[in-house]
């Protein structure tokens, strides 16, 4: 599995499940298209994330994290950077049903995405599963 990151919101200790830019999951809509049937599919984008914490987006990345991040510029007490995984930034499964894909525009920035054809909310319960296998970044 590849070490990527994002920034979340914390709730209780661990990442906030949510359709949010700073929750886990994804943006239904932006990061991901549901099909008529409600449906989405692998290979068409998902929940992003980054190889390396400097490639997360400024207004994001709390001012907590300036030690190592400079670029960091949110306010927002309540968002952390958290990390999942240890190997390379390639291709490949990720959690049940999950697959990671790295972005062919930018080979920094990822996408985890559904593993095969399923429901939004199946997609989204998958992402919500890997709540446990997040850790913080510690500032």
Known sequence: ???????????????KVGAA???????VG??????????VHPGTGG??????????PDALVPVMYRSFLPHARSKDTNRRIW???????VSG????ALEFRVDPKHNEHGFV????????SGYQGALAATRDKWDEVKA
Not at 1 to 15: A, D, F, Q, S, T
Not at 30 to 39: K, L, M
């Open 113 to 120: 995405e559904p593993g095969k054809v399923m429901p939004i």
């Open 47 to 56: 929940m992003s994330v980054v190889a390396d914490p400097n490639g997360l």
């Open 30 to 39: 932006e990061d991901i298209q549901p099909d008529q049937d409600g449906n």
């Open 93 to 96: 499964p990720i959690a049940d």
């Open 83 to 89: 990390k999942m995984g240890q190997g390379p930034f």
């Open 1 to 15: 599995m590849p070490l990527i990151y994002r920034v979340m919101k914390v709730e209780n200790g661990r990442p």
């Open 21 to 27: 830019s700073s929750c886990l999951g994804a943006r």
